[in-house]
């Protein structure tokens, strides 16, 4: 018996368990197109043709109860096609919403801008906001496609989009204010920081030590590739955290370095003046330290369980030219160049100066931001600051780029 398009959609509205009261007052006269099946790629799509634009509610129930259905389907799909596809301003947000919050190829860095916000409409126009140009570019050339697809899925009309830059006044005041408290308070963590690391200098007469004490030499950490049951190293802090566990102890871990490699430390407090001890171990301190390398169970990667740590005097690098034969570092980057340095200009002059140079240049890559610290720096420890740069060049006359075409 052949069944019409209509008496095919009630069908399937029973098979979709579609209430009654939404079937009177958005499927009236509903019909089912045709079904496309495509068997090597497990994909069913249905073609419906309704009188209405659905409400977005009644859209998204009905899509959802379509995939529910037919679960046992690799992949379902439809069309919407409509006798009447007038839209209003709201319902089409309502829509571009549904759009954004379904669509898998949204960038992480834009997704929330476009989730949180509602386009505003110029006639049939949808305007998104954006934060500046360059992002207004990426987000139209991204998702234009994709929003063109939705809607001919849906059957809705394309009104086009427009990105525009926009920033609210009170927003950026608001900004500034936010970013004006948090430097204060930034300020006076490091005042605060400071004045503690002064204190701690102050109040330790006796060098930090903690078991035994460590007459062994130590050994390059490059040279431990097993366990080993006796171990001595020796190296610079950089990172410390002290964690109070539930049967009242505490566990120091430390991570150390002699640069040559690192190593994590890890100490169970075993009396009450360890626990003490532990919270007198801070970063910038050279130590030696006894102990075995184990497995830890829960990173997989060798560990010394400590049983001895001394403090000891670490004699900085020094430069052993002598005066009037001190080089010139002519090739030096800051943390304002990236990728190439993580050390601020300050640090660089400072142990310049220390070795007795009588100048030394920085040269960042692509950035002269380090320039004012430069020179306070050079000031402050009596040196003379060669202003340099390295930049990339690039020949105008020349073509770099051929056949060039501008495509979406």
Same mark, same amino acid.
């Given at each position: 018996?052949d069944l019409t398009s209509?008496?095919?959609?009630n069908?399937l509205l ?10 009177e007052?958005f499927?009236?006269d ?8 495509y068997k090597?790629e497990q ?41 009447d596809?007038?839209i ?9 919403q549904?759009f954004i919050?379904a669509?898998p190829?949204?960038?992480?860095a834009?997704a ?5 916000q ?6 049939? %126009? ?5 934060r ?7 987000? %139209?050339?991204?998702?234009?496609p ?7 899925k849906?059957?809705?009309p394309?009104?086009?989009?427009e990105? !525009?830059?926009y920033?609210?006044?009170e =927003?950026?005041a608001k900004?500034?204010e936010?970013k ?6 930034l ?7 400071k004045?503690l690391?002064?204190?701690d200098?102050? $109040?330790?007469a006796?060098?930090i030590s903690i ?10 950490m490059?040279d !431990?590739?097993?366990?080993?049951r006796r ?17 009242g ?7 150390l ?8 430390? =890890? ?5 009450d003046?360890?626990?003490e ?7 910038g301190?050279w ?8 497995t830890?169970?829960?990173? =997989?990667e060798?560990t ?8 000891i005097?670490?004699?900085?690098r020094?430069?052993l030219a002598?005066a ?12 304002? $160049?990236?990728m190439? $340095?993580?050390?601020?200009?300050s %640090?660089?002059v ?42 990339n ?5 020349v073509?770099i780029a051929?056949?060039s075409?501008?495509i979406?």
């Amino acid at each position: 018996m052949d069944l019409t398009s209509h008496e095919k959609m009630n069908v399937l509205l029973d098979q979709l368990q579609i209430s009654k009261d939404d079937r009177e007052s958005f499927f009236a006269d509903a019909q089912l197109l045709k079904l496309e099946v495509y068997k090597k790629e497990q994909a069913w799509t249905f073609h419906f043709k309704l009188n209405n634009i659905l409400p977005i509610k009644i859209y998204r129930i009905f899509r959802l109860k379509l995939a529910e259905t037919f679960s046992f389907v690799k992949t379902v799909d439809f069309v919407m096609t409509y006798h009447d596809s007038t839209i209003d301003a709201e319902k089409m947000c309502h829509y571009w919403q549904d759009f954004i919050e379904a669509e898998p190829d949204l960038l992480p860095a834009f997704a929330d801008l476009l989730k949180n916000q509602q386009p505003d409409v110029d006639g049939q %126009k949808l305007i998104i906001k954006t934060r500046n140009e360059a992002e207004a570019s990426v987000i %139209k050339n991204r998702i234009t496609p994709a929003y063109r697809a939705y809607c001919q899925k849906t059957g809705i009309p394309c009104w086009p989009l427009e990105f !525009i830059v926009y920033q609210a006044e009170e =927003n950026l005041a608001k900004f500034n204010e936010q970013k004006a408290l948090e430097d204060k308070l930034l300020v006076k963590q490091a005042m605060e920081e400071k004045n503690l690391n002064q204190k701690d200098t102050q $109040s330790r007469a006796e060098p930090i030590s903690i078991g035994y004490a460590i007459k062994d030499p130590a050994i390059p950490m490059k040279d !431990i590739f097993e366990e080993e049951r006796r171990v001595v190293l020796q190296g610079y802090i950089f990172d410390v955290d002290i964690r109070e566990l539930r049967s009242g102890g505490h566990l120091l871990m430390i991570k150390l370095t002699d640069y040559t490699d690192s190593f994590t430390l =890890n100490m169970f407090s075993r009396t009450d003046q360890d626990q003490e001890k532990f919270q007198s171990i801070r970063k910038g301190i050279w130590v030696k330290v006894r102990g075995s390398i184990q497995t830890d169970n829960y990173t =997989n990667e060798l560990t010394m369980m400590l049983n001895d740590l001394m403090e000891i005097k670490h004699e900085p690098r020094k430069d052993l030219a002598e005066a009037g034969e001190k080089r010139v570092e002519l090739h030096s980057h800051s943390m304002m $160049s990236q990728m190439d $340095s993580v050390a601020p200009i300050s %640090k660089l002059v400072e142990r310049a100066a220390d070795w007795g140079h009588p100048a030394i240049a920085i040269t960042d890559h692509a950035a002269v931001q380090a320039y004012p610290e430069a020179h306070i720096a050079s000031q402050k420890h009596k040196i003379k600051m060669i202003y340099g740069v390295e930049v990339n060049l690039v020949d105008d006359g020349v073509p770099i780029a051929y056949n060039s075409a501008d495509i979406d």
